[in-house]
């Protein structure tokens, strides 16, 4: 089936990033021809899971995409990462349409979605918090809190069979298109710490050496391949620069975002288009 496209926005089309691991990509616009990219991702073992289950922006997308890797009364276990909408943008049409799937979550992050989705289905959910272990079936997943997160729900996944990490809003990074690190200019990963700081302004209040040591701990799970929600697979040198550009945020300026002065120039130009 062809995928349905939004307007401007490059295609993107599932992709194998990992043995049994697979990105499932949309992007949003974020202007000057640059995107956001919106990931999740399916891994396919024994007891297939689904992580996190994409924006309501790209359900429709998101839906196709992510079961053309995986038929949905094969999944077992969907694993959300946290409750923030743009990773829950299709979860009911998950536990829909996967009957037979477990949700991975936790105490906070339901209590948060109780306040805008109808009540989910307690008997079908597993809470775990960092450091436990999800065993499915042909290799064991570990939980960890990503050292950048803007929910405090937040929990990470790791695979040591397959090496691939799922760091969630951690490392996020505008794209011209390309969702692999090693095809982004250095200008464009550069922008992935302004992104790490609007994510997670309190880098500026953090001990560097604390924090350090965090930093240190998830990148000592030994990840291969780690892939987020917001950015680009990173692998290599592309993911040891961007575990550095983390512990360089501790203790440092909050990076401003936007203000009045891009709201105007967006206001000016919508309205020059609109008078033709
Ligand atoms: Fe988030
Ligand atoms: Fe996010």
């Not at 062809?2 to 049994?20: F, V």
């Not at 909408?85 to 992050?109: I, K, S, Y």
Request: proline letters at 9%; charged letters at 20%; aromatic letters at 6%.
């Amino acid at each position: 089936m062809k995928p349905t496209l939004l307007p401007d926005i490059p295609a993107t089309h599932p992709e194998r990033i990992a043995p049994d691991t697979w990105l499932i990509p949309n992007l949003a616009s974020a202007g000057d021809g640059m995107f956001l990219p919106v990931n999740s991702m399916v891994i396919r073992g024994r007891e297939p899971v689904i992580v996190d289950t994409g924006a309501p922006l790209h359900r429709a997308l998101w839906i196709e995409k992510a079961f053309s890797v995986v038929e949905p009364e094969d999944v077992r276990w969907i694993f959300l990462s946290h409750d923030d909408g743009d990773h829950t943008g299709a979860l009911l049409d998950v536990l829909e349409r996967c009957p037979q799937a477990t949700l991975v979550t936790n105490f906070f992050a339901v209590e948060r979605l109780a306040l805008e989705k109808p009540a989910l289905p307690l008997q079908r959910m597993r809470w775990l918090e960092p450091g436990d272990r999800l065993d499915i079936g042909d290799r064991v997943l570990k939980l960890f809190r990503p050292p950048i997160f803007d929910g405090p729900t937040t929990r990470g996944l790791f695979d040591s069979k397959s090496g691939a990490m799922w760091i969630v809003d951690s490392f996020a990074c505008l794209t011209p298109g390309p969702l692999d690190a090693d095809a982004l200019s250095a200008e464009a990963l550069a922008s992935m710490s302004a992104m790490n700081s609007a994510v997670s302004p309190w880098h500026a209040w953090l001990d560097r050496v604390s924090y350090g040591r965090h930093v240190d701990a998830v990148e000592a799970l030994g990840a291969t391949t780690v892939a987020s929600a917001h950015g680009p697979v990173l692998r290599g040198g592309a993911l040891d620069d961007a575990f550095d550009r983390l512990r360089g945020l501790a203790g440092s300026p909050i990076i401003p975002t936007p203000g009045q002065e891009l709201l105007d120039t967006l206001l000016a130009t919508t309205l020059a288009e609109a008078a033709g």
